[in-house]
């Protein structure tokens, strides 16, 4: 497996906001409790809640709002850099949102030290598959809003392609991960899809209706 991989269901074991010990982790994972230590580790510094210590657990805390920064040349190229990713996307919202991130960097931040657009427009090719993910946010939100089954083509953690009939109930964003949980019809439980592994999109005529046991709410309890 590799190590994006298992940081990802990492944060899958502990987003249900229980403690969890890193023996238990490493089992689950089949890893060395000290490879466990070192990707929580790497979880913090990526920005992730985990709250926690070695020898008594793990778990993931409510996200905090972020206070004043100040910002090194290189963090602000790679703030930069992320706004010029998701305007790439072809979610007008977010396009505006990454617009208006700009506009407020470029009031509190020196002139000298902005980046113009323009300066940032090829070094987004690189990050072909995370601009393809970011492509399939709009019509997942449009599905979520309006309840709208969809029909998707994933690629799975081995390389195979599977194809879905699902209900969209949520997105979430997890350091660098956009995730969909939806209730998968072929499997008849929830799934949790990475959205840069979905291959291909369709929105479906048909709506769904809450049912007991297939809401967020059942998910989360």
């Known amino acids: 497996m590799r190590r994006t991989d298992r940081l990802f269901d990492i944060i899958q074991i502990l987003r249900d906001g229980k403690l969890h010990r890193a023996r238990d982790i490493a089992a689950r994972l089949e890893v060395s409790v000290r490879t466990i230590y070192r990707d929580m580790d790497t979880l913090v510094a990526s920005g992730i809640p985990v709250e926690g210590e070695r020898g008594v657990g793990y778990m993931v805390g409510e996200q905090i709002t972020l206070p004043p920064l100040n910002l090194t040349p290189g963090e602000l190229e790679a703030l930069n850099l992320g706004m010029a990713i998701v305007a790439e996307a072809a979610d007008p919202e977010l396009k505006a949102a990454a617009q208006r991130l700009a506009e407020k960097i470029d009031a509190v931040l020196p002139t000298q030290t902005v980046a113009e657009a323009d300066a940032w427009k090829f070094a987004v090719y690189p990050f072909a598959d995370a601009a393809r993910g970011l492509a399939h946010m709009a019509p997942i939100r449009a599905a979520i809003k309006a309840r709208q089954k969809l029909r998707l083509v994933y690629r799975r953690i ?53 049912e007991p046991g297939k809401t967020l709410a059942d998910y989360q309890p």
């Open 158 to 210: 081995d390389g195979e392609l599977t194809e879905r009939t699902i209900r969209p109930l949520h997105m979430e964003y997890w350091g660098r991960v956009w995730t969909l949980t939806a209730w998968c019809e072929l499997r008849a439980g929830f799934r949790v899809f990475r959205i840069d592994l979905i291959e291909t999109l369709s929105p479906l005529p048909e709506l769904f209706r809450d």
